[in-house]
């Protein structure tokens, strides 16, 4: 079987065990459990609970996958109103005039 007839999901890291073994709640609701790929042990990447991977899994068996990549992080951005003050040059020449 080539890798062309893996089936990819996306899915979150609900639960990591020993050996590189997690579990992993795919965007439909179904629970993989899934192994780290060799390209990702061989680079040391880590994986955490609540990461956002991507699995492959074969046609013949869904209940097991291959986690092949893992997405960064979002970044969250501060609301406007927080920022409206933080290094704003008026307020810190108005704080230094009183």
């Known amino acids: 079987m080539s890798n062309d007839d893996n089936i990819e999901l996306e899915g979150t890291v609900v639960d990591s065990f020993r050996g590189g073994r997690f579990s992993v709640e795919l965007e439909s609701g179904n629970l993989v459990n899934c192994v780290l790929s060799g390209r990702m042990r061989k680079n040391y990447i880590k994986i955490l609970n609540g990461d956002s991977v991507t ?13 092949t990549w893992r997405h960064a992080p979002k970044k969250h951005k501060l609301s406007d109103e927080t920022t409206d003050n933080i290094g704003s040059v008026d307020n810190v020449e108005n704080e230094q005039l009183t």
């Open 55 to 67: 699995v492959a899994l074969s046609p013949y068996d869904l209940t097991t996958g291959r986690i």
